[in-house]
């Protein structure tokens, strides 16, 4: 069993907006949003990673951008780009999406070349780098497949989904990557993660990090649940 103090839990979310219609407004609250409740990043598309980052001057809060986002189909040339610019603009946390037609196509040498090319920019930059696996579109031997790539590239975390596929998060996802990947590298779950049981469950899994636009709505639940600021998780 680990126990957790409230600010541990909320240090584990990713405060996310990936709406495509999300104005200046809608991110000038998440931000707030991410600083009262002291949240890890706030998650958003690249083309918000300025604004965000003005935004949350002086906090220790990280802006994460988000590349090839949602479908990941895009060339390395492309991605590299996006990640640059991104970084460029601010942003402390890249999570991109893997290229599923070549998964698909068990073009893993591509997989891997592109999966080192945008962690080694993210390394040298000082930047944490996030692998999107899309796991609903995928057989388990193909998240097995990656999982062993990342294990060998040691990008900071992989994780489950964007949010926007036909299925999120699952229980047995994230044991199952976590499984492969050990203490090499970190597990995040993401997609469809509303409420503090599902958050709760998904740390009890493996997931060091939750992607979620319920953040505020679990830590509420979780402050009602807590006793002397504590959580225990077996």
């Known amino acids: 069993?680990?126990?957790?103090?409230?600010?541990?839990?909320?240090?584990?979310?990713?405060?996310?907006?990936?709406?495509?219609?999300?104005?200046?407004?809608?991110?000038?609250?998440l931000c707030r949003e991410a600083q009262q409740f002291h949240f890890k990043m706030v998650a958003i598309n690249s083309v918000q990673t300025a604004l965000c980052k003005h935004l949350l001057e002086g906090t220790d809060i990280h802006v994460g951008a988000a590349i090839s986002f949602p479908l990941g189909?895009?060339?390395?040339?492309?991605?590299?780009?996006?990640?640059?610019?991104?970084?460029?603009?601010?942003?402390?946390?890249?999570?991109?999406v893997v290229n599923l037609s070549e998964v698909k196509n068990k073009n893993y040498r591509y997989i891997e070349k592109e999966m080192?090319?945008?962690?080694?920019?993210?390394?040298?930059?000082?930047?944490?780098?996030k692998v999107i696996f899309e796991n609903c579109y995928l057989e388990k031997d193909e998240i097995e497949a990656l999982a062993r790539i990342a294990r060998k590239v040691?990008?900071?975390?992989?994780?489950?989904?964007?949010?926007?596929?036909?299925?999120?998060?699952?229980i047995e996802d994230v044991r199952f990557?976590?499984?492969?990947?050990?203490?090499?590298?970190?597990?995040?779950?993401?997609?469809?993660?509303?409420?503090?049981?599902t958050f709760l469950a998904m740390i009890e899994a493996g997931a060091e990090r939750i992607g979620t636009s319920s953040?505020?709505?679990?830590?509420?639940?979780l402050q009602t649940k807590e006793t002397d600021g504590v959580m225990t998780i077996e």
Request: hydrophobic content about 35%.
């Open 1 to 29: 069993m680990k126990r957790y103090t409230i600010d541990q839990l909320a240090q584990m979310i990713d405060h996310t907006n990936l709406k495509p219609f999300a104005d200046q407004a809608a991110m000038e609250s």
């Open 73 to 96: 189909q895009t060339t390395l040339e492309t991605k590299v780009f996006e990640t640059q610019d991104a970084i460029e603009d601010g942003a402390d946390e890249i999570d991109y």
């Open 116 to 129: 080192e090319t945008i962690t080694d920019i993210c390394r040298e930059e000082g930047v944490i780098s």
């Open 154 to 170: 040691k990008p900071d975390f992989i994780k489950t989904s964007t949010g926007f596929g036909t299925g999120g998060a699952t």
């Open 177 to 197: 990557m976590k499984e492969i990947v050990g203490d090499d590298v970190k597990v995040k779950a993401a997609g469809g993660i509303r409420d503090a049981e």
């Open 215 to 221: 953040g505020v709505q679990i830590m509420a639940s």
